[in-house]
Structure formats: structure tokens, C-alpha cells
T-cell receptor
Framework: KAGVTQTPRYLIKTRGQQVTLSCSPISGHRSVSWYQQTPGQGLQFLFEYFSETQRNKGNFPGRFSGRQFSNSRSEMNVSTLELGDSALYLC????????????FGPGTRLTVL | GEDVEQSLFLSVREGDSSVINCTYTDSSSTYLYWYKQEPGAGLQLLTYIFSNMDMKQDQRLTVLLNKKDKHLSLRIADTQTGDSAIYFCAEEGSQGNLIFGKGTKLSVKP
């Protein structure tokens, strides 16, 4: 079974631009969660999508948004990029139950110049 | 609030045991987790413990849970150079997410 895949793996953008990251979950998984990892703040929860609906949300500004498609693939968008948005963005998929193990992808490394 | 704390660095010699410690705040967490992150990779679930257990052993890994003190530890026996990585402790958040510590970087010297 293929694991969680994230594209692109690396991305360089400039301040003010917007970016879209993609996550393909493990086949059959219906939940996709997104996390931001920075050296200063560590791993922080962005949001979770289940069956095309945002089920949970962390404490990030509205510039961070996401969506999920009918095949469970998810995209995350960040608008008006700031230097502080430079981070490793990880997505995790699970079957969808609250206690289900989350499987993480390798992440997308975003650098904002 | 929800918070997980762990020391940032640990250095051991190959063959020794490593003990990584973590304290958490949310006593309602049903499970507590240990994840491993190798350079350039995502997070890999190493092991987890149910909150009603005191100890769980899985091959070279031993997890100890002191629920009264909200203290969790991960012991790696016979540590190998391949165990060098960042180890994250995590509890369940109120939003169905995971709350992670900042990670402990384990360096194993030959």
C-alpha cells in the first residue's frame, strides 16, 4: 500500500505570494490533517478534513485554508505569504475514527524569501 | 492549556540505553504517543500507551507512564546509530488533533 504523498517536496516563494500544497492520503483513508513544523514553535495543528468537510481547526489566521476532494486528496493554501510561514508542512492521513493512528507524509518544505 | 514539554537534546554511546522524558498537561488524553522523525522524513509512530497502563514494552522500546505526575518516558535499550533522530512525545488535543512536544534530538556516538 502506498504511503502518504505530498507535493511538491520543496518550494520557494516570496512575501506576498500565495501557495498551494497537496497531500494524497493512503488509499481508503478519509481523514487528512495538516501540521506546521518550525524550529521555534514545533509541530502545530492547522486543520483536519474528513469526507470533504473541515472537522477540526487549530489557531491559525484565515490566510491558511484547505479543502478536501471526493477522492480524499487534500490541498492547503496560504495566501499573502509572510517570512514566518517558512516551515515544513506535514500532512497525516487516517481512516477517520478519533483513535485511529495517523500516518504522516514526508512534508513540503516551504521557504519564504 | 494543552502543552507537552520535553528536553531538546540527548547524547548516548552506542549500546547504552537512552531515556527520553516528557511531561504533558491534558489528563483526559486516552492515548499518549511517541513519534520518530529522521532527517528529511515525516513522522513515524514508534509506540503508544493507553492512559490506564503504567508500562508498555515493545522489543527494544519501553514506555513508562506516571499518570499522577503526568510524566511519560521512552527507553530505548541497546541504542544503535540508526536510532539517531528526533523523538516527539504527543498527547491528544481537544480538537481531535495531536499536541506535540518540541522534540528531543537523540545523538548516538559510536
Amino acid at each position: 500500500k502506498a504511503g502518504v504523498t505530498q507535493t511538491p517536496r520543496y518550494l520557494i516563494k516570496t512575501r506576498g505570494q500565495q501557495v498551494t500544497l497537496s497531500c494524497s492520503p493512503i488509499s481508503g483513508h478519509r481523514s487528512v490533517s495538516w501540521y506546521q513544523q518550525t524550529p521555534g514553535q514545533g509541530l502545530q495543528f492547522l486543520f483536519e478534513y474528513f469526507s470533504e468537510t473541515q472537522r477540526n481547526k487549530g489557531n491559525f489566521p484565515g490566510r491558511f485554508s484547505g479543502r478536501q476532494f471526493s477522492n480524499s486528496r487534500s490541498e492547503m493554501n496560504v495566501s499573502t505569504l509572510e517570512l514566518g510561514d517558512s516551515a515544513l508542512y506535514l500532512c497525516a492521513s487516517s481512516p477517520g475514527g478519533l483513535m485511529d493512528e495517523q500516518f504522516f507524509g514526508p512534508g513540503t518544505r516551504l521557504t519564504v524569501l | 492549556g494543552e502543552d507537552v514539554e520535553q528536553s531538546l537534546f540527548l547524547s548516548v554511546r552506542e549500546g547504552d540505553s537512552s531515556v527520553i522524558n516528557c511531561t504533558y498537561t491534558d489528563s483526559s488524553s486516552t492515548y499518549l504517543y511517541w513519534y520518530k522523525q529522521e532527517p528529511g522524513a515525516g513522522l513515524q509512530l514508534l509506540t503508544y500507551i493507553f492512559s490506564n497502563m503504567d508500562m508498555k514494552q515493545d522489543q527494544r522500546l519501553t514506555v513508562l507512564l506516571n499518570k499522577k505526575d503526568k510524566h511519560l518516558s521512552l527507553r530505548i535499550a541497546d541504542t544503535q546509530t540508526g536510532d539517531s533522530a528526533i523523538y516527539f512525545c504527543a498527547e491528544e488535543g481537544s480538537q481531535g488533533n495531536l499536541i506535540f512536544g518540541k522534540g528531543t534530538k537523540l545523538s548516538v556516538k559510536p
